[in-house]
């Protein structure tokens, strides 16, 4: 029976076909509720730590900027710097330093985020996790998005629009993610520049 | 229905503003707590800062003076006070970040000078997330149409919508999100407000009064998102943006896919004109329910700033209303798009093509008393295609200066049932030329000047000015 020759009977398939569909979105509401596949949970800075440099060790420290230090590092980033305590690890291998990684908290719309961005030897970005997203999840970028900035040192064209891409119906995480990057690269080169500096007294 | 000032109608308007102000009264208090913390313990890292001073101090003195004694006795405190200030910078900065869960020992607590009540707000982390956005505008319309006819329809200006979002984070699992919108200063309304669970990162299911994932406007209409002061036409009147119903459904990522399938309840036929589709929105309030209608989005984003996809809508519209020789009118209508957008290097480029099908429509005339040219289209299609680009994007990070131009048709009446005409007026064709300036990345300034065209030589062009901001 071709059921497209016969209106009633096609409706009823219609129904029939939206029935099944309800029925298995039910179905899934449950299986998700009872069985969540895997809970969607930020890393801390430890576990991101340990996933990207693996069988490192790591130094916690928090370094103090001086107001000139503040300057110097937002006139290099080109981005404002909202604090003068920042948290650093020291990343070693076979007691030689491997990386470095910073914490970058900054507010998005209204509300903060957390980035963890770890850099290589050189001061290249080497990963970015985020350690904490307050806005609606809909904000968050994606982590395809972070590896624009993987490999890449501090430079001009280090900027939205330029090497990094916006991202869409997101323009203010991604104009927050790429201050915090910048900021981050500028005070590790100007640690590196004198690595005594900024160290708790 | 009459109603009066407590009538329904009143508080159904008011119900949003009802809903921040019990959210700002009951929440709110949480977040100037955790506040009020954190300058609890930059008042007390000062206080140790300049107690460390202070020793420091008395230390050198000592040392200077040559007592020996003096200083054996000092370092074991200063030693003590360097280590309380460590734990205090590394707590402060645990609490700037935001992070989820910093795990405070009791050793720690005592160490911080801090109550056990106090320090929970360590433990836990919820959170209002309050933003919103706004657009101005001017509209200055020639004196004269296409044929030289005299216009009547002079300059407007109009605040077009203030527009609030309120959040709250329950737990990991549980989101809520709304958006309280005041369109032309006075309509007060509720875009969006639904309940997120987060089952996972692929997977999240969403319930409540939702926008249509379709097109590019719909879901992502801030006056900063889209270039110009207007919204295209086809998502406006076809995809008839901003669109919003009450259902449940699924939404998530996997790789460079995103997708979206929500079930909701129909349009309502009764709005439908020759115009489009835009007055069948029923927008959540008391919306008729007899007919519903899946909706589902695929985007592929094959590499940042870059993606492309299509959406499809489809359910009966008539929700029980029409009976037509004794059986009840579906109307069904299917509303499918395609769509595509890059950002790349200052680069912006964006272009859309969408048609809605209805059926039953002569009979749906006929109920609705719609006769000759005023069909509802039977089908209805239309498209843009837009190209921008940030002149400052190689020289300035916080400006931007950004020409545009977008080409658009469309027809709400591409075809319709034998025995009706379709309207010329209906047949149209856009010119759209602009810039926008954004002085910093939230606000945006906009002129444009836009060529309207349509069959019957009726088109009335328009000058615009806007302004807009995003927080």
Sequence with gaps: ?????????????????????????????????????????????????????????????????????????????????PSALWARYLVFSNGKEIGRAYVDTHVVRTKKESLLICLDEQGNVKRIEVTAFLEPPDYRASSRWYEQYYGKPLSNDLNLQRAIRPIAGATLTATATNNAVRRVLAIDHLLRQNPARGKLP | ???????????????????????????????????????????????????????????ATASSKGSAEAGQTKSPAIEELRQQLDILAAEVEKLRSGERLVEVTSEQVRSMGLAPSAA?????????????????????FKGANERGEPSSEGSQLDFLRAILYAGYRFNDKFVFNSEIEVEHTDEVSLEFAYVDYLANPHLTLRGGLLLMPMGLINEYHEPNVFLGNSRPET??????????????????????????????????????????????????????????????????APTP???????????????????????????????????????????????????????DVADLNTALNLTGSDSIGKTQQGGYLQFGYNVLSQSSEKMQLTPFYRFEKLNTQHEVPVGFSADPTRHQTFHTFGFEFKPIHNIVVKTDY????????TGLNQFNIGLGYAF
């Design chain 1, 1 to 81: 029976v071709d059921i497209l020759d016969k209106p009633a009977l096609f409706s009823e398939s219609i129904e029939k076909l939206r029935a099944a569909l309800l029925s298995g979105l039910f179905a899934l509401v449950l299986v998700v509720w009872v069985f969540p596949l895997r809970a969607e949970s930020l890393v801390s800075r430890e576990e991101a730590l340990a996933a990207i440099f693996p069988g490192a060790t790591f130094k916690s420290e928090r370094i103090f900027l001086s107001e000139k230090e503040q300057r110097d590092v937002a006139k290099l980033a080109r981005a404002e710097v």
């Design chain 2, 1 to 59: 229905m009459k109603q009066g000032f407590w009538g329904l109608q009143a508080w159904r308007r008011g119900a949003p503003l009802v809903i921040l102000l019990a959210l700002r009264i009951v929440v709110l208090p949480q977040g100037v707590r955790a506040g009020s913390e954190e300058d609890g313990i930059r008042t007390k890292l000062q206080q140790l800062e300049e107690r460390l001073k202070q020793l420091e101090q008395q230390s």
């Design chain 2, 120 to 140: 929970a707000t360590y433990r836990k982390e919820r959170g209002v997330s309050i933003a919103g956005y706004g657009q101005m505008l001017y509209e200055n």
């Design chain 2, 235 to 300: 998502e406006r009147r076809i995809i008839p943006s901003t669109w919003s119903e009450g259902g449940f459904g699924v939404l998530g990522s996997a790789g460079k896919f995103n997708y979206r399938a929500y079930v909701v309840n129909g349009l309502n036929a009764t709005g439908f004109s020759s115009d489009g589709l835009r007055a069948g929105r029923q927008g959540g309030g008391e919306a008729k329910a007899t007919n519903l209608a899946l909706v589902g989005r695929l985007d592929v």
């Design chain 2, 305 to 359: 700033g870059v993606f492309f996809g299509g959406s499809v809508f489809t359910g009966n519209s008539g929700q029980g209303q029409f009976v037509v020789d004794g059986s009840k009118l579906g109307v069904r209508t299917t509303i499918g798009e395609v769509h595509a957008q890059a950002q790349i290097r200052g680069f912006d480029f964006r272009g859309l093509y969408a048609r809605a099908s209805l059926d």
């Design chain 2, 450 to 457: 836009q060529w309207t065209r349509n069959s019957a030589k």
